[in-house]
């Protein structure tokens, strides 16, 4: 079965400033899809980035970027000048690509609560 | 495209009785899922339905839950029974899979339950 480990619990960024949250993902799978969700504090859920795992160029939106590792099973996201809006729970998350019967659930990590201070 | 809809947005209800939650999905949307979240973790996967057919349950799902989507467009999820480890914030999600949308799950605000 597939895991999705996110080992910073929390993370703090200056405001402007540049920060890297981990993670780290387990397959026997060799394509999938990998996301970065966003949930605010009493918001929905919000898709950062996406990564498809036969592309070898990481993915970029805006001010967010991956560092996509496959053979290292990694998969971080990085802001750049952080705003104070990006202040939120991040979750990794994990998909099997369809291919005739397989599953097509998210399997997210614990979380990174991203504080932005002033 | 007005977002993904849960109702109600708070649930506090007493141990053993029946709760349902309502969830509207975008428009055009043919597949709908449910996810729990317990606090401090990662959503869980629940179940999900492509147009009114339900695809996969997780063994999460006991035989107090159960959902539907009849028409196959919103859906509900029944809690039967409810005990306290019910207590979560319960999510839906939505997506499409018409060629080149990419099947993006869209998730709604999600309904909070807190058994007393």
């Known amino acids: 079965a597939q895991t999705v480990t996110q080992s910073q619990p929390e993370m703090s960024v200056q405001e402007a400033e540049t920060v890297t949250l981990s993670c780290t993902y387990d397959?026997?799978?060799?394509?999938?899809?990998l996301f970065w969700y966003k949930q605010p504090p009493s918001r929905q859920m919000i898709l950062v980035i996406r990564?498809?795992?036969?592309?070898?160029q990481n993915a970029t939106e805006n001010r967010f970027s991956v560092n996509f590792q496959k053979a290292a099973k990694s998969f971080s996201l990085k802001i750049s000048d952080s705003q104070l809006g990006d202040a939120a729970m991040y979750f990794c998350?994990?998909?099997?690509?369809?291919?005739?019967?397989?599953?097509?659930?998210?399997?997210f990590g614990t979380g990174t609560l991203l504080a932005v201070q002033p | 495209d007005t977002g993904v809809s849960q109702d109600p947005r708070h649930k506090i209800t007493k141990r053993g009785q029946n709760v349902t939650f309502r969830c509207d999905p975008i428009?055009?949307?043919?597949?709908l899922y449910w996810y729990r979240q317990t606090l401090g973790q990662g959503p869980e996967f629940l179940t999900y339905?492509?147009?009114?057919?339900?695809?996969?349950k997780s063994r999460l799902l006991s035989d107090r839950f159960s959902a539907e989507r009849p028409k196959g467009s919103f859906s509900t999820l029944e809690i039967q029974r409810t005990e306290q480890g019910d207590s979560a914030m319960y999510l839906c999600?939505?997506?499409?899979?018409?060629?080149?949308?990419?099947?993006?799950?869209?998730f709604g605000a999600g309904t909070r339950l807190s058994v007393l």
């Open positions: 990564q498809e795992a036969y592309k070898q």
């Open positions: 998350a994990y998909r099997s690509v369809q291919y005739g019967g397989a599953t097509n659930k998210l399997i």
């Open positions: 397959t026997s799978e060799s394509d999938y899809y």
């Open positions: 428009s055009e949307h043919n597949r």
């Open positions: 339905f492509q147009n009114e057919a339900q695809l996969e």
């Open positions: 999600a939505s997506s499409r899979t018409a060629k080149g949308t990419k099947n993006i799950q869209y």
